[in-house]
């Protein structure tokens, strides 16, 4: 069975979060079941890994936008590095940039990256049994194969469209119909929610099946999924929740060269002491003291804009019996609020930017990682911190709640249900007495790095779906 995985992210090629993680490591490990021959399509970057690898050039050739014709070149990436084929589709001007997002004009972008992967696939007849679309992004790759007269070649091939994050839907006005391939207009209501051309709404109609990153995730868009509510409800037959995995090879705190000191479930305690003195050091922070940490993305889905309120308050009520690190970038209010109390409290310390192996570290060296996610469709960070004997002090939602399962009730993590300052600290404070029973930390250090969450369950539900 041959699968073509399109994303706009694969680890290491390029991550912005998440979405990277999980396409640098489903494909690999479908790969080592029989059979399965899953493959890579993204966007060509100007990033490191690029100038870093040898490519072949499998396709050159055109597509429009309305009057625009723009140029597709299709790299195939010379030895499979990364346990997959990876296929790098290059439009100059639109998908040769520097980053996945951020961009005014992302909607031709994305319209160009997948026009061009269909356009090649139809122009060179690769007909693939499973196109498995990841996000909005490449959310009208199923409309597109089943209503554009210049994909007939591929009419019929399978589709699942896996939404990673419903909060981002890639809505356009319908004036951007012009700049697809010519479809089917009688069709247009497979694309549109309310008003606008809607690429995850369409993803949800008109894909064979459609995936959750977890089984808490989906429950709750019955509830809250940015107004497609009744979509959702309404294809419910077609909707499966499918928890991500971590890539165990990248993600071992035995081997993992990221860190100042390995180490395995025999040595946890002690060498994650000294991974912790280490950091602690560097950032001034206090080794003695609990060490509270957060990975992420500075926006609201992630409850990043409590985070300040958050500092200070555990700060005083604990009387300073604690640290925070913080390793994040986004909303630039958020970000100044921080710096002013990384100056104001000792007990504080952060690192604005993306930095990879400065995350590592951290997960490796905290006691306790917080996530106060508003929403959490899935959450890799939980999964990571207990592998790396972490414990998690997450709030009770999506994947989250699918993962890490409170101390009280027999789980070695600790879950709040309210994303508040309140609850946050008042969760934060459970953890500091935990911290401070002998034995019980160590336990917990054991339990979490007990928890198997290796990609090769979900990978064959994935299979297992393709089948159906
Ligand atoms: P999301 O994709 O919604 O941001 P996930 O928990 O699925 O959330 O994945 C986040 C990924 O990005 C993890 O691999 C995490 O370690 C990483 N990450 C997030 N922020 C940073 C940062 N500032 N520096 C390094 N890694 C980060
Ligand atoms: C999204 C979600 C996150 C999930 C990731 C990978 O970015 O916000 O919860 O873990 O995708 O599926």
């Given at each position: 069975m041959v699968i073509y995985h399109l994303s706009t992210e694969c680890y290491p090629v390029a991550k912005v979060g998440g979405l990277a993680d999980v396409v640098g490591a489903l494909p690999k490990y479908q790969n080592k079941i029989k059979g399965i021959d899953a493959k890579v399509v993204m966007p060509w970057y100007n990033k490191s890994f690029v100038h870093d690898h040898e490519f072949d050039i499998v396709f050159d050739g055109f597509i429009h936008q309305a009057e625009n014709m723009l140029q597709v070149q299709v790299m195939k990436?010379?030895?499979?590095?990364?346990g997959f084929e990876l296929y790098m589709v290059k439009v100059p001007?639109?998908?040769?940039?520097?980053?996945?997002y951020g961009y005014q004009d992302e909607s031709f972008q994305f319209l160009a990256f997948q026009h061009g992967v269909l356009h090649w696939l139809s122009a060179m007849e690769i007909r693939p049994d499973v196109l498995h679309c990841h996000d909005y992004?490449?959310?009208l790759v199923p409309f597109m194969i089943q209503n554009c007269p210049e994909f007939q070649f591929l009419k019929g091939v399978k589709t699942i469209g896996t939404i990673h994050n419903g909060e981002y839907q890639g809505m356009m006005s319908w004036n951007m119909a012009k700049y697809m391939p010519s479809f089917d207009s009688y069709k247009w209501g497979l694309m549109d929610w309310n008003g606008y051309i809607n690429p995850l709404a369409s993803m949800i109609k008109c894909s064979d099946a459609f995936t959750t990153v977890s089984e808490g995730y989906l429950e709750e868009l019955f509830i809250s999924f940015r107004g497609l509510e009744s979509l959702v409800r309404q294809e419910f037959g077609k909707a499966y929740g499918i928890i991500n995995g971590i890539d165990t090879e990248v993600w071992d705190p035995e081997t993992d060269p990221m860190l100042d000191f390995n180490f395995s479930i025999k040595n946890a305690v002690a060498q994650k002491k000294k991974n912790k003195e280490k950091l602690c050091k560097e950032y001034g922070l206090k080794p003695e003291l609990p060490l509270f940490a957060f990975i992420g993305r500075f926006a609201t889905e992630k409850g990043a804009d409590l985070l300040p309120d958050v500092v200070w308050k555990s700060i005083k009520q604990s009387y300073g019996a604690l640290n925070i690190m913080i390793l994040g970038s986004g909303n630039s209010y958020i970000e100044n609020k921080l710096k002013e109390y990384e100056y104001t409290y000792t007990n504080f310390a952060l690192d604005l930017g993306y930095k990879e192996y400065l995350s590592h570290k951290i997960y490796a060296s905290a006691d306790f990682l917080l996530m106060p996610s508003r929403v959490e469709p899935c959450g890799l960070n939980q999964m990571y911190s207990m592998r790396y004997g972490t414990v998690p002090v997450v709030r009770y939602t999506g994947g989250l709640r699918d993962t890490v399962e409170d101390i009280s009730t027999g789980g070695a993590g600790l879950n709040f249900t309210y994303p508040g300052v309140d609850d946050i600290v008042h969760a934060m404070n459970r953890a500091i007495a935990i911290y401070n029973q002998k034995g019980v930390m160590e336990d917990l250090i054991h339990a979490n790095m007990n928890f198997d969450f290796a990609w090769e369950k979900s990978a064959e539900k994935y299979i297992a779906l393709y089948n159906n």
């Amino acid at each position: 069975m041959v699968i073509y995985h399109l994303s706009t992210e694969c680890y290491p090629v390029a991550k912005v979060g998440g979405l990277a993680d999980v396409v640098g490591a489903l494909p690999k490990y479908q790969n080592k079941i029989k059979g399965i021959d899953a493959k890579v399509v993204m966007p060509w970057y100007n990033k490191s890994f690029v100038h870093d690898h040898e490519f072949d050039i499998v396709f050159d050739g055109f597509i429009h936008q309305a009057e625009n014709m723009l140029q597709v070149q299709v790299m195939k990436e010379k030895t499979n590095a990364l346990g997959f084929e990876l296929y790098m589709v290059k439009v100059p001007g639109l998908l040769d940039r520097d980053n996945p997002y951020g961009y005014q004009d992302e909607s031709f972008q994305f319209l160009a990256f997948q026009h061009g992967v269909l356009h090649w696939l139809s122009a060179m007849e690769i007909r693939p049994d499973v196109l498995h679309c990841h996000d909005y992004h490449t959310g009208l790759v199923p409309f597109m194969i089943q209503n554009c007269p210049e994909f007939q070649f591929l009419k019929g091939v399978k589709t699942i469209g896996t939404i990673h994050n419903g909060e981002y839907q890639g809505m356009m006005s319908w004036n951007m119909a012009k700049y697809m391939p010519s479809f089917d207009s009688y069709k247009w209501g497979l694309m549109d929610w309310n008003g606008y051309i809607n690429p995850l709404a369409s993803m949800i109609k008109c894909s064979d099946a459609f995936t959750t990153v977890s089984e808490g995730y989906l429950e709750e868009l019955f509830i809250s999924f940015r107004g497609l509510e009744s979509l959702v409800r309404q294809e419910f037959g077609k909707a499966y929740g499918i928890i991500n995995g971590i890539d165990t090879e990248v993600w071992d705190p035995e081997t993992d060269p990221m860190l100042d000191f390995n180490f395995s479930i025999k040595n946890a305690v002690a060498q994650k002491k000294k991974n912790k003195e280490k950091l602690c050091k560097e950032y001034g922070l206090k080794p003695e003291l609990p060490l509270f940490a957060f990975i992420g993305r500075f926006a609201t889905e992630k409850g990043a804009d409590l985070l300040p309120d958050v500092v200070w308050k555990s700060i005083k009520q604990s009387y300073g019996a604690l640290n925070i690190m913080i390793l994040g970038s986004g909303n630039s209010y958020i970000e100044n609020k921080l710096k002013e109390y990384e100056y104001t409290y000792t007990n504080f310390a952060l690192d604005l930017g993306y930095k990879e192996y400065l995350s590592h570290k951290i997960y490796a060296s905290a006691d306790f990682l917080l996530m106060p996610s508003r929403v959490e469709p899935c959450g890799l960070n939980q999964m990571y911190s207990m592998r790396y004997g972490t414990v998690p002090v997450v709030r009770y939602t999506g994947g989250l709640r699918d993962t890490v399962e409170d101390i009280s009730t027999g789980g070695a993590g600790l879950n709040f249900t309210y994303p508040g300052v309140d609850d946050i600290v008042h969760a934060m404070n459970r953890a500091i007495a935990i911290y401070n029973q002998k034995g019980v930390m160590e336990d917990l250090i054991h339990a979490n790095m007990n928890f198997d969450f290796a990609w090769e369950k979900s990978a064959e539900k994935y299979i297992a779906l393709y089948n159906n």
